[in-house]
């Protein structure tokens, strides 16, 4: 079964960071572009991030600077690092897979939550 | 940046009725890179439609897209009681970005 397992969410202060990480199985996961999207309780999707299969990345104004997606191939899996995190950044991240060569994302995970507080 | 507009916020219909979803994008979507997924409260979104009529793997029939440029629809022909939710549309082409959603409610 093709499947995305989020997992690294939880509370953290505002400047804090955090590393979530995604886990990825049945499918050949060096072989496909992987993204982050997230989305704020009761609000809509935005995209937070992308990794090609070469490894280029791609970032929305909005984290750029902050975050740094990556991959490891060996081990089936897609990490986001977040730095200087802030009230805004609070959401539930999803990792999903795009599907070639249309560029949609056909299979996203089950997300994890991410809760900026004092 | 590209800005999805989708409309109308909020669709009030009983099942057995057609759904037309409007996704208005501020400059032309190259190559009809827009997407149309379905969200259920507590899961993840769901692949519906690609490349703007493409239905993806296991969609009914009943769901269809269509538009170019910068004006897309996605219609539902009949409506059951498991697609009462909320949908979203994607664009690719550039960056990407997402409409603010549609939710669709029983009436």
């Known amino acids: 079964e093709v499947q995305l397992v989020e997992s690294g969410g939880g509370l953290v202060q505002p400047g804090g960071s955090l590393r979530l990480s995604c886990a990825a199985s049945?499918?050949?996961?060096?072989?496909?572009?992987m993204h982050w999207v997230r989305q704020a309780t009761g609000k809509g999707l935005e995209w937070v991030s992308a990794?090609?299969?070469?490894?280029?990345?791609y970032y929305p104004g909005s984290v750029k600077g902050r975050f740094t997606i990556s991959r490891e191939n060996a081990k089936n899996s897609l990490y986001l690092q977040m730095n200087s995190l802030r009230a805004g950044d609070t959401a539930v991240y999803y990792c999903?897979?795009?599907?070639?060569?249309?560029?949609?994302?056909?299979?996203w995970g089950q997300g994890t939550m991410v809760t900026v507080s004092s | 940046e590209i800005v999805l507009t989708q409309s109308p916020g909020t669709l009030s219909l009983s099942p057995g009725e057609r759904a037309t979803l409007s996704c208005r994008a501020s400059?032309?979507?190259?190559?009809?890179?827009l997407a149309w997924y379905q969200q259920k409260p507590g899961q993840a979104p769901r692949l519906l439609i690609y490349?703007?009529?493409s239905r993806a793997t296991g969609i009914p029939d009943r769901f269809s897209g269509s538009g170019s440029g910068t004006d897309f629809t996605l219609t539902i022909s009949r409506l059951e009681p498991e697609d009462f939710a909320v949908y979203y549309c994607?664009?690719?082409?550039?960056?990407?970005?997402f409409g603010q959603g549609t939710k669709l409610e029983i009436k």
């Open positions: 049945g499918f050949t996961f060096s072989s496909y572009d």
């Open positions: 490349g703007a009529s």
């Open positions: 400059q032309s979507v190259s190559s009809s890179y």
């Open positions: 990794i090609g299969t070469a490894g280029d990345t």
């Open positions: 999903a897979r795009v599907i070639m060569p249309t560029g949609a994302f056909d299979i």
């Open positions: 994607q664009q690719y082409g550039s960056s990407r970005t």
